[in-house]
């Protein structure tokens, strides 16, 4: 592994880096169902299908490589066990209809994934 990379992973820096997306994608599913409901006509890119598809598949590459990097480095497992909790719940709520139920999911899968990469990168300390 370059060291580059393995010194972003020893410093938590992915970690912070995969918070920081949760937060992002927190404010983007707050913004959409603002707009949504103060105007109808909202959406545009966001609420193309795509743009949901490749946001999740980034969160699972940014979860497979900072908890299970932590998860070989610390021995702890409890943290990759909640990130991939958190990432499933994402993936489910792909499957729902756009609504409320889905932004609710979507938000609670962010808010558990992101758990799991704050107890990762303190089980690195």
Do not use: K
């Not at 490749?54 to 070989?72: E, S």
């Amino acid at each position: 592994m370059p060291i580059s990379i393995r010194s972003s992973l020893l410093n938590g820096r992915i970690d912070r880096l995969a918070i920081a997306l949760s937060g992002m994608c927190v404010a983007h599913c707050f913004a959409t169902a603002v707009l949504l409901g103060v105007l109808a006509s909202a959406g545009g890119i966001f609420e193309n299908p795509l743009f949901h598809e490749v946001g999740l598949v980034l969160a699972i590459l940014l979860g497979a490589v900072a908890l299970g990097h932590g998860a070989m480095v610390h021995g702890f497992m409890m943290p990759a066990a909640i990130g991939s909790l958190g990432l499933g719940i994402m993936a489910g709520a792909m499957t729902l209809d756009h609504g409320w139920q889905e932004s609710a999911y979507t938000l609670f899968g962010v808010m558990t994934l992101a758990l799991g990469h704050d107890l990762n990168h303190r089980a690195g300390r």
